[in-house]
């Protein structure tokens, strides 16, 4: 998606070769409009999957995950990063470490809300190593549920996150997949 | 707004006389479309105050936020609520006391995306003891930002979060607010 590219390369910043922050449309400001168009161009790439939920986790992705749910008319469900107290009953649960806060966390879904009748397309925000795609792709499959593919903003393909999903076919659409990247330089695939 | 207080009584539940789940539509699974007639109705209330931002705190309040931000064409700040390693820089800062996860969290938003000419509508999914509201209040303040408002979806009057800041003056505009509950039995204001 070319507005994607001229934005990451106009607004992102790269620290170091794998940090690459978005703060100014993503994952601190948001640009709902923005949002939109990207979540319609996801939701077009499915558009004939016979989708019926969008799986996401909190937080950054459910704004994405929202925008192509609208797009699609179906519900968004994003999974929960710990047990708070008002969460309760079956849970399909999943260990997933986030390199970016260095800490590894349980993300949850409640069995009331993805069943084996649902035809599930993951979304977020960022695919890197892929942890938190890898702990939805797991939910998926503990609810017996049928996974149509993953739908992600940006791709940071040089951090192989996807590699092994894409091997067993998991379908995977990025909006922009990053080859390489540096302060200054930023190589799209 | 009659929808929500229709979809509260439907699908919402009520544990003992203080927490209110509403999992099915906006907290774990959303209904985009739902949340998008939200967003234009909150907006709608705050059409004239010239309105130049939107803030609101991760998780769950930033699908609303967005809705507001996208009706109002504007961005939408989120504050995050840990300082992760890809956070840097100025910050403010507030430290807010969650009774439904029972810990402190420290919640901050970069001085980047908040500045003295903004006009900041803040809004959120629940008002409930009011002290995610004002951390938010206090981020806008450090800003040297002006506040128009907040725009909530659920307001537990009964647990009197909103008096305080009503009673200097902050507008506050809630989509649905809640005298009392129980188990079977929500009496709205």
Chains 1, 2 share one sequence.
Do not use: C, W
Not at 58 to 75: D, F, Q, R, W, Y
Not at 141 to 155: D, R
């Amino acid at each position: 998606m070319q507005e994607l590219k001229n934005r990451i390369i106009s607004e992102g910043e790269v620290i170091g070769t794998h940090i690459l922050k978005v703060d100014s449309f993503l994952n601190h400001q948001i640009d709902p409009a923005f949002i939109m168009r990207m979540g319609q161009e996801l939701a077009r790439r499915f558009e004939s999957a016979g989708i019926t939920k969008i799986l996401t986790v909190e937080a950054s992705g459910i704004v994405v995950a929202t925008a192509v749910g609208l797009a699609l008319g179906v519900p968004v469900v994003f999974a929960k990063k710990k047990k708070a107290s008002t969460q309760q009953g079956d849970l399909y649960t999943a260990k997933v470490y986030s390199f970016t806060r260095q800490e590894a966390v349980d993300i949850s879904v409640s069995s009331r809300y993805l069943t084996p009748q649902d035809v599930v397309l993951i979304a977020d925000d960022f695919l890197a190593h892929g942890e938190a795609l890898k702990g939805l792709v797991s939910i998926v499959q503990q609810a017996g549920a049928t996974l149509a593919g993953a739908g992600i903003v940006i791709e940071k393909k040089f951090q192989r996150g996807a590699e092994d999903l894409r091997a067993v076919g998991v379908r995977i659409e990025s909006l922009a997949s990053i080859e390489s990247m540096q302060p200054g330089m930023i190589s799209f695939s």
